[in-house]
């Protein structure tokens, strides 16, 4: 095994360890800033208004779009078809 593929072993695990690391102590953190009645409040209250705001700015985004017309007679041209068709077929009876 070469030492490059030993480093690039190593290299996600420590990776991992530091996401795991870092999340817990954000999770230390805002376990004690939540823990604060006041802080309780002024946190839902923001995350109140920032709902309110991204659902006015998502309304408004599905309100400027406009539907795209379907154009009404595609047209397929295709290798095996002729490429004029007679518009009136002449059936001759026996």
């Known amino acids: 095994m070469s030492k490059r593929k030993q480093s690039e072993g190593c290299r996600p695990m420590l990776r991992r360890t530091f996401l795991f690391l870092t999340s817990l102590a954000l999770a230390r953190v805002v376990t004690d800033y939540l823990a604060i009645a006041q802080n309780r ?54």
């Not at 209250?45 to 779009?65: E, V």
């Not at 017309?69 to 397929?76: A, K």
């Not at 041209?77 to 059936?91: D, E, F, R, W, Y």
């Open 41 to 94: 409040d002024s946190f839902l209250t923001l995350t109140g208004q920032l709902w309110q705001k991204l659902l006015a700015f998502l309304s408004s985004i599905q309100s400027n779009q406009t539907p795209q017309p379907l154009p009404s007679n595609p047209i397929v041209k295709s290798a095996k078809t002729p490429q004029t068709l007679p518009s009136n077929p002449i059936i001759k009876s026996p």
